[in-house]
């Protein structure tokens, strides 16, 4: 997402001098109600001028951040909300917010924005202590609109009960309307909070903050305790707006090259001048420390995706050290240095320790050091272990700790973790700005200088010089916080078969105490409420109050880039070079063929490889001292599974395997060496090595189902239709996660068998097609290119990569449905289905079905799948796949309802009663927020590198978008998606928990 490259005056020429105008603001002077407090530069970030702000009348603190350069501008407004319960007051209160305002008294004008707008990015954060309202757009008009639609969101929201009921809890009949039929809990963030502690890790983290910090707000559950949710009312709700969501209480940040002073004028004459100083919500305090360490037990269901490896092994321990004040800046930066010496990489500390010897599968999600709390704290779990090893951890984890301080940190690893930080911080992301506004405001939050937490060299610098006079200052800060610290939880977890059911009971006490105080006349009010409600959500709103852009708003072309092809060495290797102004950073892609690799290695040992292969050290280097090599000169090398559909060809795609990797300009050359040797001189032979990995990888990806399985589910519905698509759910889909699970639990000797294939295959990559591309600042691109030829492309046996397609097998008849049901022990399901349409990217009927997803998603599912339906989120999406799918997320109804939502999507389409010429300008408007999103100096061009789509393609699907009409859309429906007309080729996939709703079309497959 995001920006635009520099030296672009021409067209910001109008801002560039009003920023200079803004250079002329003095500390003290005043401008649209805010007197100015600090006005500042920070070279190293481009940010000049940095302006700090306060509103005279109300005391809101405002940051900006001026960057002359990039048009993605950034704006967001946060406010202290600390929880005094765990009925989920700051984040039902985050989803109501976002049901209309004064001004805009539209249910839901955030998803209808998204249809209006041009947005990077649009969304509200709840976190332990505070709430977040964030958003970006590259364009002006669009920018101005959202901000106005933000700041009436917050400070003058409706809050109705209605909208309280809908996202934060109500009974009503399962079936709505019929007094008949039971009355059951509903609401979004209630079923959202159930789905999220239904990863037994998530749960881990929540109980482990609290366990931790348990003397004020940490201690509740900030998200809401899915039992304790119930319990709140929508005056609760008011009360706490009106405290919290107050000026006096809010910080607001905004980045990028629009002017400030429009900003300000508006958040002034819309709403600020309305306000008068109240008292802010006062900051979390301080933990009072610990004399002791504290240990505490909780149960879980048994792991998600069945007896893993070893059953006795499903038990997770993790420990946790309070450490210092999030407000000390440089103490916290000194803090996260610590912890990547003690968690970052194969080489540090607790790596060597824990993970090593193999005494658990790998680190636990809670594994980090959290620098948002009022109190820092480090935290090391280790999942799939054995609950008679829970002591042997935690001695094993305090000498280790013991023994660093000791003996110390070896000084390459410092650089090498330094050097880390540098490349992170000049590395342009996507949405630069946004992520800027959003790593400052947890620790402005607990009133730490916004300022100082941008100046990451100075930080830098001064850290250098203190080892230099206090050699063992991190041995000392170790001792400090970790050693010496009584302040320790140690906080541990197993599974209960009968934990889902104690958890179900209690859901149906709650439910039945809320029935049975109900008489006849507060039954009626329940059936006229839901009934309401249903109304309510059936009636198609009135958007007209809220802006719009329209077709004429788009740039009429898409962002140029330049692009210089080449051919180098002996084997005339394809490089594609992209000068960019990329802030001294090179980022270099290569792709490689696997056509050479037989179907019995591509399909069980590469997606293991492409897991393992950067990690598992060469033949000159062990995996350590690779990793170091990694460090001190790369962000790292990437190596994944590139698969994708020939942009105008049917049945034609690309199998391929993805290098990435960028590094400070200077260290290209040895970039290219790290590159040589893994592909020359690969080695594996280190069979604990690779258990550790295997065992790794597979507790990661497990612990993913929850929060990526409408994405898994559709991946598994397109595997049962084409080639490309098998390809993709063996490299990533619920079939990797099972064979990982299967490597994990392999014998010595299989294991040998293993490493031997993997060799095997990677004696092939150095036979197979090979092409390469770098983004490199313009002045670099000569020197760039000599040392891509001199390091790495002259020294290689590959050939180049020129004939990439292959062909893409339709796997299923059509006519023929395939529906499985993967069943796991989730408390709520995903269900995704593909129709294979055939049309790739470029054909005329691509842009009117791609505009027909974006119609159902936003006029359709919306409704139906989350409003109604109680799921988390829904969509349909056609991609260049050539596959048109639906999904629905954390959905209630996945197995019941939502099949025939899905069904019955092709006839709401073929009804052009349901929407209007406005409603197809809409969904064109989105899809351009995808198709036009700002995109980082490293990545431009990468569509065409990766993808086969250049300038005058991309051109070409953004004409025909826009000129999609309702007739389109009707036709493609009737073509394409209608399955009384047409022998659709489909398949459906539902994860989720054992239902008695399907029928016996539906394939049931366990764990
Ligand atoms: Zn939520």
């Avoid at 021409?10 to 801002?15: I, K, S, V």
């Avoid at 500042?40 to 481009?46: D, G, I, N």
């Avoid at 993970?355 to 680190?363: K, L, M, Q, S, T």
Wanted: proline fraction near 6%; charged fraction near 20%; glycine fraction near 6%.
């Amino acid at each position: 997402m995001w920006r635009l490259p520099g030296r672009h005056l021409g067209r910001f020429g109008r801002q560039l001098r009003s920023q200079h105008a803004l250079a002329g603001l003095k500390e003290g002077s005043e401008v649209e109600g805010f007197e100015v407090t600090q006005v500042t530069r920070v070279p190293e970030l481009f940010l000049d001028p940095v302006v700090r702000l306060e509103h005279k009348g109300t005391g809101a603190q405002y940051l900006h951040l001026a960057r002359a350069d990039d048009n993605n501008n950034a704006f967001a407004v946060a406010f202290r909300t600390s929880p005094r319960d765990s009925t989920g007051l700051p984040h039902i209160l985050e989803h109501v917010t976002l049901c209309g305002s004064k001004r805009y008294p539209v249910r839901d004008p955030f998803f209808k924005m998204l249809n209006r707008s041009l947005a990077s990015f649009m969304n509200a954060m709840t976190g332990p202590d505070f709430t977040v309202y964030p958003f970006s757009s590259p364009n002006q008009k669009d920018f101005h609109q959202l901000l106005s639609i933000y700041l009436d969101a917050v400070f003058k929201p409706l809050l109705r009960d209605m909208d309280f009921s809908q996202e934060g809890w109500r009974l009503e009949h399962e079936v709505v309307g019929d007094p008949n039929s039971p009355l059951v809990l509903r609401g979004v963030v209630f079923n959202e909070m159930k789905g999220c502690f239904a990863d037994p890790q998530a749960r881990l983290q929540q109980d482990l903050l609290s366990h931790l910090l348990p003397s004020d707000t940490y201690a509740h559950v900030f998200g809401g305790e899915p039992l304790c949710i119930p319990a709140l009312t929508a005056q609760d709700l008011r009360n706490f707006h009106a405290q919290c969501y107050h000026p006096s209480n809010a910080r607001i940040v905004s980045y990028g090259n629009f002017p400030l002073g429009e900003t300000l004028q508006r958040l002034q004459e819309e709403q600020l001048a309305g306000f008068t100083k109240q008292t802010p919500v006062a900051s979390v305090p301080r933990e009072k420390r610990w004399t002791e360490p504290k240990r505490v037990h909780v149960t879980c269901t048994p792991d998600p995706l069945g007896a893993a490896t070893n059953p006795e092994k499903q038990s997770t321990l993790a420990m946790a050290y309070l450490c210092g004040d999030a407000t000390n800046v440089y103490e916290t930066f000194t803090l996260q240095v610590l912890s990547e010496l003690l968690l970052g990489g194969p080489t540090s500390v607790l790596h060597r320790a824990l993970i090593e010897p193999g005494i658990g599968d790998g680190f636990a999600p809670c594994t980090y050091f959290e620098a948002q709390t009022r109190d820092t704290f480090f935290s090391v779990g280790l999942q799939g272990v054995a609950e008679k090893q829970f002591d042997e951890i935690q001695d094993v984890t305090k000498n280790a700790l013991l023994s660093a301080r000791d003996k110390g940190f070896d000084s390459e690893h410092i650089k090498a973790i330094l050097h880390s930080m540098e490349i992170g911080a000049k590395t342009q992301s996507a949405n630069f700005g946004l992520n800027m506004a959003l790593g400052i405001l947890p620790s402005w939050n607990h009133g730490a200088d916004p300022v100082e937490c941008l100046n990451l060299s100075a930080n830098v610098a001064r850290l250098r010089k203190q080892l230099e006079n206090e050699p063992k200052f991190l041995q000392n800060l170790l001792d400090q916080y970790l050693c010496s610290n009584p302040h320790v939880l140690t906080i541990t977890m197993s599974p209960d078969e009968g934990h889902s059911e104690k958890l179900v009971q209690a859901e149906s006490k709650i439910l039945s105490d809320k029935v049975s105080v109900l008489d006849d006349s507060a039954k009626d009010r329940v059936l006229e409420l839901e009934i309401g409600l249903q109304k309510e959500q059936m009636k198609p709103s009135d958007t007209s109050c809220l802006p719009t852009l329209s077709m004429s708003d788009l740039n009429p072309e898409p962002q140029k880039y330049i692009c210089n092809k080449t051919k180098m060495g002996k084997k005339e290797i394809p490089v594609h070079i992209f000068p960019q102004p990329t802030n001294g950073v090179t980022h270099f892609r290569a792709l490689l063929d696997t056509s050479r690799i037989n179907p019995q290695l591509r399909d069980t040992y590469l997606p293991l490889f492409l897991a393992v292969a950067t990690r598992m050290g060469t033949k000159k280097n062990d995996y350590r001292q690779f990793d170091r090599k990694i460090q001190l000169c790369t962000s790292g090398l990437g190596m994944g599974s590139h698969i994708i559909e020939h942009p105008t060809l049917n049945g034609q795609f690309l199998d391929s395997i993805l290098l990435s990797s960028n590094c400070l300009d200077r260290n290209l050359g040895k970039m290219m060496d790290l590159w040589k040797e893994l592909l020359l001189e690969p080695s594996f032979t280190d069979r604990e090595r690779l258990e550790t990995l295997v065992r790794a990888t597979a507790a990661e990806v497990a612990n993913g189902v929850a929060y990526g399985g409408h994405r898994y589910a559709m991946l598994n519905a397109s595997s049962r239709l084409t080639t490309a698509g098998s390809n993709r759910e063996k490299d990533s889909g619920l079939t990797f996660i099972s064979q990982m699970k299967q490597f994990a639990s392999m014998e010595k000797e299989e294991m040998e068998n293993t490493l031997n294939k993997l060799q095997e295959l990677s004696s092939i990559l150095y036979e197979s097609g090979l092409r390469c591309s770098v983004n490199v600042s313009p002045g670099e691109t000569d020197s760039a290119l000599k040392q891509l030829e001199s390091d790495l492309i002259s020294s290689l046996p590959n050939p180049a990569f020129n004939n990439m397609y292959r062909k893409n097998e339709l796997i299923q008849d059509a006519g023929t449905k395939s529906s499985q049901h993967h069943v796991l022990p989730l408390p709520v399901g995903y269900l995704g289905r593909s129709i294979a349409t055939g049309v790739p990217y470029l054909h005329p009927d691509f842009a009117s079905l791609r505009v027909a997803g974006q119609l159902l998603s936003a006029q359709y599912l919306h409704s139906e799948v989350r409003e109604r339906g109680g799921a988390y989120g829904s969509g349909a999406v056609m991609n260049a796949s050539g596959n048109f799918s639906y999904y629905s997320y954390r959905d209630p109804e996945a197995s019941r309802n939502t099949p025939n939502v899905f069904n019955n999507s092709a006839s709401w389409l073929l009804n052009p009663d349901n929407y209007k010429a406005e409603h197809v300008d809409e969904a064109k408007l989105s899809i351009f927020q995808k198709v036009d999103a700002p995109t980082a100096p490293g990545d431009r061009g990468m569509s065409l590198f990766l993808s086969g789509v250049d300038l005058e393609m991309l051109q070409r699907h953004r004409q025909a978008v826009k000129s999609v009409r309702v007739e389109d859309v009707l036709r493609v429906a009737a073509k394409y998606l209608d399955q009384r007309e047409n022998p659709l080729t489909m398949a459906s996939s539902l994860i989720g928990p054992p239902s008695s709703d399907l029928d016996d079309s539906w394939e049931v497959l366990n764990g």
